[in-house]
Nanobody, 119 residues
Framework: QVQLVESGGGLVQAGGSLRLSCAAS????????LGWFRQTPGKEREFVAT????????SYADSVKGRFTISRDNAKNTVALEMNSLKPEDTAVYYC????????????WGQGTQVTVSS
């Protein structure tokens, strides 16, 4: 059974930083694209960042570009999201996800971790 488990969420003041981590178990995700998404109540889940299987290619939503950094460690089967200069509008449940490089849809999702940024 494949599992993605996020950790590192919490409450932080605006301007602060948090580091989210996601650990995968059940299979290796070498060869998979990994991503982070977020969702707030009443809104659709939105893309935050993605990283290629080699880690050499990253992509970010405009709203987080320059503030967030995605990274992965294939040896440890983990993906991280370093979040700096946090804003109240970054408040959301953050999900990590994985997809095979040959498939456009993300097939594996974590349970989510809450990030709350106070003003």
């Amino acid at each position: 059974q494949v599992q993605l488990v996020e950790s590192g969420g919490g409450l932080v003041q605006a301007g602060g930083s948090l580091r989210l981590s996601c650990a995968a178990s059940g299979r290796t995700f070498s060869g998979y694209v990994l991503g982070w998404f977020r969702q707030t109540p009443g809104k659709e889940r939105e893309f935050v960042a993605t990283i290629s299987w080699s880690g050499g290619i990253t992509s970010y939503a405009d709203s987080v570009k320059g503030r967030f950094t995605i990274s992965r460690d294939n040896a440890k089967n983990t993906v991280a999201l370093e979040m700096n200069s946090l804003k109240p509008e970054d408040t959301a449940v953050y999900y990590c996800a994985a997809r095979n490089i040959l498939i456009s849809e993300y097939g594996y999702w974590g349970q989510g971790t809450q990030v709350t940024v106070s003003s």
